[in-house]
Antibody, heavy 119, light 106 residues
Framework: EVQLVESGGGLVQPGGSLRLSCAASGFSFSTYNMNWVRQAPGKGLEWVSYISSSSSTIHYADSVRGRFTISRDSAKNSLYLQMNSLRAEDTAVYFC????????????WGRGTLVTVSS | DIQMTQSPSTLSASVGDRVTITCRASQSISIWLAWYQQKPGKAPKLLIYKASSLESGVPSRFSGSGSGTEFTLTISSLQPDDFATYYCQQYNSYWTFGQGTKVEIK
């Protein structure tokens, strides 16, 4: 069974940093592209970042480029999102999502972890 | 950037109703469109990919159609478990979601 479990969320002050993790199991993690998607309270879904299976291709949404860094560790079956210079508008539930192979829609999602940016 | 616009934003319907949600892209995305269902406090669930392909395990009352810039998600006979919010997503150029359509009980 495919499982994605996010962790690392919490309360952080504006300008602070946080590192999210997503533990993957039930599939060959090293062969799948992965993504982060966020959802602000009461709002819709916003794609945040993409990393290819080999980490050779990375993309970011304009809203986070230069502040967030996506990475992965296939030895640990884990996906990461390093978030720096956090703003109030980054407050959201952050989901990790698997990219369907060989296509690019998202076939499995984790349950999310809440990040709150507030003083 | 490709913008996705869903309509309506909210839809009131009864069990057994046929429901249609529309999604329009700001430029052609061919057939690179997916539909997701999300219930409160839960992760989104994939329903449809490549505009009209039904994900394994999804009931056949869900169907998708369209190409280019206009797409629809249809629920042929609404069931109690279908009251949720639905999102379209383009994956032709990066990824963009529609703003969502909440299907509520009439």
């Amino acid at each position: 069974e495919v499982q994605l479990v996010e962790s690392g969320g919490g309360l952080v002050q504006p300008g602070g940093s946080l590192r999210l993790s997503c533990a993957a199991s039930g599939f060959s993690f090293s062969t799948y592209n992965m993504n982060w998607v966020r959802q602000a309270p009461g709002k819709g879904l916003e794609w945040v970042s993409y990393i290819s299976s080999s980490s050779s291709t990375i993309h970011y949404a304009d809203s986070v480029r230069g502040r967030f860094t996506i990475s992965r560790d296939s030895a640990k079956n884990s996906l990461y999102l390093q978030m720096n210079s956090l703003r109030a508008e980054d407050t959201a539930v952050y989901f990790c999502a698997r990219g369907a192979s060989p296509s690019f829609y998202f076939d499995y999602w984790g349950r999310g972890t809440l990040v709150t940016v507030s003083s | 950037d490709i913008q996705m616009t869903q309509s309506p934003s909210t839809l009131s319907a009864s069990v057994g109703d046929r429901v249609t949600i529309t999604c329009r892209a700001s430029q052609s995305i061919s057939i690179w469109l997916a539909w997701y269902q999300q219930k409160p406090g839960k992760a989104p669930k994939l329903l449809i990919y490549k505009a009209s392909s039904l994900e394994s395990g999804v009931p056949s009352r869900f169907s998708g159609s369209g190409s280019g810039t206009e797409f629809t998600l249809t629920i042929s006979s609404l069931q109690p478990d279908d009251f949720a919010t639905y999102y379209c997503q383009q994956y032709n150029s990066y990824w963009t979601f529609g703003q969502g359509t909440k299907v509520e009980i009439k």
